[in-house]
């Protein structure tokens, strides 16, 4: 990125040299990430993240759309940026549906199906849950909706791109939002992906660039950066998801030894997130006592982790209140290993021993 922000810091829309050089690495990046996702039947954005890709996706196709029907189709466990989102929808005269989920956070294809009306324009599903890592069946519900040619499919990939194998073209995904700094890219760059012959009225305008969708001067650096990580992430998916998976399984059969703590969600599930409850304990107080022996975990999403409410995604899958306000996400990355599990196992072991006179009676 250094070398980016330093020798082509030219404004990519300008017409001299070193606007049109800064030009070509933007469409050099576009071209990048096209042929690693494989994706010859439609194009990338770059945004400002997830959450902008998730809001312009459902909001721009919606308001396209708005003249065939006014019938849309999500989760109940969405990402705030998906269910924000229908929210402001709704409040602009759209029907929202809210799929309900199972024990384990998965959506019924046979409900999808018979939510699906005349007036359906779009079904946005997300991949892999924030906070659950409940990965859904995509390419099931993408088969189901090339039934319904009018019915336009948006995928929120924030958890799994770069992480899970994606076949967009032949899973009938439409749109496909993504961000780099999952993939441990620079944070405020995202990806955006739309099949040829769909459009989206953009959210903001004041220019031409991003296909007329996003207008504002590019963060050349940042889009640059967003790609190489793109590709570091799929050139070593295979071995990371399955070192991934050799953690989750260790560290789900060392938690289910602790009768205090109660695991959430289940298969199929992405490896990188092992989620569970203290029931009848503020996560906080958990979350600061392994902080302090150099464990960063979290409560739910970054986006969320401030809101005190029982976590939305929890409650839906039938949890308790205490164990709604409970939970506790464990991501994984590259440099983690089964010792790191045991030093997490065994500071909360002395967590909860220290915890024990604090727990709150009523955990329902």
């Known amino acids: 990125m250094m070398e980016v922000m330093t020798k082509h810091y030219a404004n990519p829309s300008s017409l001299h040299s070193g606007g049109v050089a800064a030009a070509k690495l933007i469409e050099k990046a576009r071209e990048q990430v096209t042929n690693l996702m494989h994706t010859k039947q439609g194009k990338w954005m770059f945004t400002s993240g997830g959450t902008e890709s998730n809001n312009l996706a459902i909001k721009g196709v919606a308001r396209q759309y708005a003249n065939r029907g006014k019938h849309i189709i999500t989760s109940a466990v969405e990402h705030a940026s998906i269910y924000e989102a229908m929210q402001q929808l709704e409040q602009e005269g759209f029907s929202i549906t809210e799929l309900p989920v199972n024990n384990t956070g998965h959506v019924s294809l046979d409900q999808l199906k018979q939510h699906i009306t005349d007036e359906t324009i779009l079904v946005s599903i997300m991949h892999v849950n924030n906070e659950l890592g409940s990965e859904q069946p995509i390419a099931q519900i993408g088969q189901l909706l090339k039934q319904y040619p009018k019915v336009i499919f948006h995928v929120d990939a924030v958890q799994s791109l770069g992480k899970l194998n994606i076949d967009i073209d032949n899973w009938g995904i439409d749109l496909l939002s993504g961000s780099a700094h999952k993939l441990r890219g620079p944070r405020g760059v995202g990806f955006l992906y739309m ?170």
């Open 195 to 364: 099949r040829n012959g769909i459009q989206i009225v953009p959210l903001q305008v004041g220019g031409s660039q991003e296909h007329n969708l996003r207008a504002g001067t590019e963060n050349v650096a940042a889009v640059v950066a967003s790609a190489k990580a793109l590709r570091l992430a799929i050139q070593s998916l295979d071995q990371h998801y399955n070192d991934a998976a050799i953690l989750a399984t260790y560290l789900r059969e060392q938690i289910q030894k602790i009768p205090e703590l109660k695991l959430n969600g289940g298969a199929p599930q992405s490896p990188y997130i092992v989620h569970f409850s203290y029931p009848g304990m503020k996560p906080e107080v958990v979350i600061h006592m392994l902080e302090q022996r150099n464990i960063l975990a979290s409560t739910r999403s970054a986006c969320s982790s401030k809101d005190d409410k029982p976590s939305r995604v929890l409650m839906a899958i039938g949890a308790t209140r205490g164990e709604a306000t409970g939970g506790i996400r464990i991501s994984f990355g590259q440099e983690h290993t089964i010792a790191d599990m045991d030093t997490l196992v065994d500071a909360l072991h002395e967590i909860i021993l220290s915890l024990k006179h604090l727990e709150r009676g009523n955990t329902h």
